[in-house]
């Protein structure tokens, strides 16, 4: 079965896959906002989803899923930067990040990626709606500025809940080295 979703969030996102797996619905691949399931037994995995360092690339993010799958961890699949892992639930929870510091770590990678990409459709909305201004004959160049800020409003939400999410964390983390 393929569903196709848009998420914005993560958490969102891997609650989503876990709660297709309580139905007997365990995902195997994801393309493009398609994601794609396989009937099997209710309840049978815990899925997480995890952001890699350099774009997934390297040495690090082979290592790093390496580890993963060595404490019984599956990779389903693995796309640019983006791994999704499962397990299976009798080997009891399954969880990435089992500290704030190596949470916070992730959240920063979030960001970082999501900033990158706000910025650069914020210097695209700008540049062509510059080209429009100066040029009325230049409708393209309106849409694409039209396009490049709504992707940029759109993405904003997300980035301030992470920040939020960051900042919590942080707050946890001063109130133990004290």
């Known amino acids: 079965m393929k569903k196709y979703k848009v998420f914005f969030h993560?958490?969102?996102?891997?609650?989503?896959?876990n709660d297709m797996s309580a139905k007997?619905?365990?995902?195997?691949?994801?393309?493009?906002?398609?994601?794609?399931?396989?009937?099997?037994?209710?309840?049978e995995y815990t899925y997480r989803c995890d952001l890699l360092d350099n774009f997934g690339f390297g040495k690090a993010a082979k290592e790093y899923i390496e580890f993963v799958e060595s404490t019984g961890a599956?990779?389903?699949?693995?796309r640019l930067h983006w791994v999704y892992f499962r397990?299976?639930?009798n080997l009891g929870p399954f969880e990435l990040?089992?500290?704030?510091?190596?949470?916070?770590s992730y959240i920063n990678r979030m960001l970082?990626?999501?900033?990158?990409?706000?910025?650069?459709?914020?210097i695209s909305?700008?540049?062509?709606?510059?080209?429009?201004?100066?040029?009325?004959g230049l409708r393209m160049n309106s849409f694409l500025s039209g396009v490049n800020s709504g992707l940029s409003a759109v993405l904003l939400i997300p980035t301030v809940g992470l920040w939020l999410r960051r900042r919590k964390l942080k707050k946890?983390?001063?109130l133990f080295e004290v």
């Not at 599956?74 to 693995?78: A, D, G, H, L, R």
């Not at 970082?112 to 914020?122: E, K, Q, R, S």
């Open 125 to 136: 909305a700008f540049a062509n709606g510059g080209l429009s201004f100066t040029d009325s």
């Open 87 to 89: 397990q299976h639930r």
């Open 172 to 174: 946890k983390l001063t």
């Open 10 to 17: 993560d958490a969102k996102e891997e609650k989503w896959i």
């Open 74 to 78: 599956e990779k389903v699949f693995k």
């Open 97 to 104: 990040y089992s500290d704030a510091t190596s949470k916070l």
């Open 24 to 43: 007997g619905w365990h995902l195997t691949n994801y393309n493009y906002r398609f994601y794609t399931f396989e009937k099997g037994e209710p309840d």
């Open 112 to 122: 970082t990626l999501y900033g990158t990409v706000i910025f650069l459709n914020a």
